[in-house]
């Protein structure tokens, strides 16, 4: 560090590097630091709209259902046996999954689409359209 500094005896090469370490500085900032913050936020929110009665998945990747909400703790019923109620630590869940998100009206079902075909499929299907065509303007002329 020592031999940059005294090889840049101008102001220019002072500059530059300073440059070079704000350009350092933001890259880490914007890699690093924003996307880690922009995670904390959305984990807060989440954590502040969970109810009672949601699905959670747990950091041990459990899934579970809300039984009861305290001030940093729930109380997690796991699988469909009554009993087996776990308290944890609200940072200890993951995901959270509301009841109306998991079950869709009837209504909003997609329709059923027809079969996806291949290039080939559709390849032979129209020739298959065009050879009928071909028969039938054939036999309109007779």
């Known amino acids: 560090m020592y031999l940059v500094f005294a090889n840049s005896s101008s102001s220019g090469g002072a500059f530059s590097i300073i440059l070079w370490l704000v350009i350092i500085f933001a890259l880490m900032y914007f890699m690093m630091v924003r996307p880690q913050r922009k995670e904390e936020n959305r984990k807060k929110s989440m954590l502040s709209d969970m109810a009672v009665g949601d699905t959670v998945l747990t950091t041990s990747g459990f899934y579970g259902t809300i039984i009861d909400i305290q001030d940093d703790m729930v109380i997690v019923e796991f699988g469909n046996n009554k009993n087996c109620r776990i308290p944890m630590q609200m940072a200890a869940i993951a ?7 998991s079950v869709k009206a ?5 329709q059923k689409e027809e079969k996806k075909l291949s290039r080939r499929e559709k390849a ?3 020739k298959e359209e065009a ?3 071909k028969e039938d303007k054939t036999a309109e002329k007779k």
Request: hydrophobic share 30%.
């Open 95 to 101: 995901d959270i999954e509301k009841p109306q998100d």
């Open 131 to 133: 050879a009928a065509n």
């Open 106 to 110: 009837p209504a909003e079902k997609p």
């Open 124 to 126: 032979a299907k129209e």
